[in-house]
């Protein structure tokens, strides 16, 4: 893999090629870039923690703390995001992704406004049109949560 780094510059994704791959928008799109897209293989995408988060609001008003299921979610969307642009999407329209199973979640520590969240994702394997992937959620490389999560994906014109 050290060779694919030195010999091929990684892909990287702003919120708007985010947008094509990925049909989440807001309130629901809990990534806000990707600064690394290696195949299908790995990537990373970033989530910058806010205080206007709608979720703060009732989670919880005194101590807004961010719920670990949508820390899961945003580790799904970044491995969401690599497989469609792998899959070669320009369009949200062309794939669409099912969360199938989430496995081995374990939360480390709170995460709240002000941190910024960092996703890496890495392959595990893929068969026909299902991927799982293992997923982190790092703050300032501290290990907040994890998780294993497996999705298929379907055509997009699938009810």
């Known amino acids: 893999m050290a060779n694919l780094a030195e010999n ?35 990537g990373v995408g970033i989530k910058n923690v806010t205080i206007n988060e709608p979720y703060f609001a009732g989670h919880f008003p005194n101590n807004p703390v961010m719920p670990g299921v949508l820390m899961i979610e945003a580790m799904a969307q970044t491995a969401g995001g690599l497989v469609s642009n792998y899959l070669g999407g320009g369009s949200n329209e062309n794939y669409i992704v099912y969360f199938m199973t989430i496995d081995k979640a ?53 009810p």
């Open 8 to 42: 091929q510059a990684l892909e990287t994704a702003d919120i708007s090629r985010i947008m094509e791959l990925i049909p989440h928008r807001y309130p629901f799109l809990m990534i806000d870039r990707m600064i690394e897209m290696n195949q299908d293989i790995s």
């Open 106 to 158: 374990r939360f480390r520590r709170p995460v709240g406004p002000g941190d910024t969240l960092y996703f890496p994702v890495h392959l595990i394997r893929k068969r026909a049109n299902v991927w799982k992937y293992r997923g982190e959620a790092r703050v300032d490389d501290q290990l907040v949560a994890e998780a294993e999560v497996t999705a298929m994906i379907a055509p997009g014109d699938q």
